[in-house]
């Protein structure tokens, strides 16, 4: 099973990021995922047997309130595009801290 941890998206941002697709795609450029599928990953676990592991790391990250803003330049890896989100230190911290307890617990 691949595994990753993520921010489901407001609807306002998901809006926002079809807007993007769709200007994309008008100009033949690369292949999106599916607007079900619009996320923003905070770590990344590949393939895993177990989510229960990653689900206790999850259970045991706090953070603070945060905003999350589409911003900065795009990118692709490979032909999927992907938006920047802008820098915001609490949604900072929570990455890091999920990242550092999953670690902890074997995830690379």
């Given at each position: 099973m691949r595994l990753f941890?993520?921010?489901q998206l407001s609807p306002a941002?998901?809006?926002a990021l079809?807007?993007?697709?769709?200007?994309?795609?008008?100009q033949g450029r690369g292949s999106f995922p599916p607007p079900e599928n619009l996320h923003l990953t905070l770590a990344f676990l590949g393939e895993a047997e177990d989510p229960a592991r990653a689900r206790a790391a999850l259970s045991e990250v706090s953070c603070r309130p945060f905003s999350l803003a589409v911003g900065g330049?795009?990118?692709?890896f490979?032909?999927?595009w992907w938006a920047g989100v802008r820098a915001d230190p609490?949604?900072?911290?929570l990455a890091v801290?999920?990242?550092a307890d999953l670690r902890s617990r074997g995830f690379c």
């Amino acid at each position: 099973m691949r595994l990753f941890l993520a921010i489901q998206l407001s609807p306002a941002v998901r809006e926002a990021l079809l807007t993007a697709q769709d200007a994309l795609r008008r100009q033949g450029r690369g292949s999106f995922p599916p607007p079900e599928n619009l996320h923003l990953t905070l770590a990344f676990l590949g393939e895993a047997e177990d989510p229960a592991r990653a689900r206790a790391a999850l259970s045991e990250v706090s953070c603070r309130p945060f905003s999350l803003a589409v911003g900065g330049p795009p990118g692709h890896f490979g032909d999927l595009w992907w938006a920047g989100v802008r820098a915001d230190p609490a949604l900072e911290e929570l990455a890091v801290s999920l990242q550092a307890d999953l670690r902890s617990r074997g995830f690379c």
